[in-house]
């Protein structure tokens, strides 16, 4: 299933970078940037599947790190933007967000299973479900933009974008320290 999920996430990060540049949209363009994330958080999570808890909460630790780096870089690609003033293309910012909300529907239905499980496995769950978080939000900041006529909807929805990134790599490093503190040696019981 994370292989499923990886394909999905790599072929939405093409389809929503180009887009998003093309459109001029923040939101668009966070969420490409997820979408590049996840995809190497869903490679990461498959090549240490079969390690050690200590070996998946260390790799869980360098999703985190790379989660709230992803929060930061959307909070200064907004505040940038906030400058500019460009007002962002509707139609792509609708057309493109509906495509992600169904792709990342289907990558969470796959991974539901897994919101509860080490910090490896629980860290692709909130990912996904950040994802979907995100695509509704996109769609409402297209009806924003639309109703307004200004970027403010984009630039307030690529904010809370950052926002889930940051509490989420919060919530797996503390999940991950934990686990590491319980089996710090290595030499628990791998996954299956």
């Known amino acids: 299933m994370l292989w499923i999920a990886l ?3 790599v072929a939405m990060f093409g389809v929503e970078v180009s887009s998003g540049f093309r ?41 985190a790190v790379t989660m709230f780096a992803f ?23 609708g057309i493109v967000g509906t495509c992600a909300l169904l792709a990342n529907g289907a990558v969470a239905a796959l991974l539901y299973r897994y919101r509860d499980g080490d910090s490896n496995m629980r860290s692709v769950w909130l990912c996904t479900r950040n994802d979907v978080l995100g695509n509704m939000a996109v769609l409402l900041a297209a009806l924003g933009v639309f109703g307004t006529g200004s970027a403010w909807p ?3 929805v690529a904010t809370v974008m950052a926002t889930l990134a940051l509490t989420s790599a919060f919530q797996i490093f503390r999940q991950a320290n934990a686990e590491l503190r319980e089996h710090p040696s290595g030499r628990e019981v791998t996954s299956r």
């Open 7 to 9: 394909l999905i996430n």
């Open 23 to 63: 459109g001029g949209s923040v939101s668009l363009l966070a969420d490409s940037l997820d979408f590049l994330g996840d995809a190497a958080n869903y490679g990461i999570s498959l090549f240490v599947l079969g390690l050690s808890l200590s070996a998946r909460a260390r790799a869980a630790r360098l999703k």
């Open 71 to 93: 929060g930061v870089g959307i909070l200064g690609w907004a505040a940038w933007h906030f400058f500019i003033d460009r007002v962002p293309s509707v139609p792509t910012m």
């Open 154 to 156: 984009d630039l307030a």
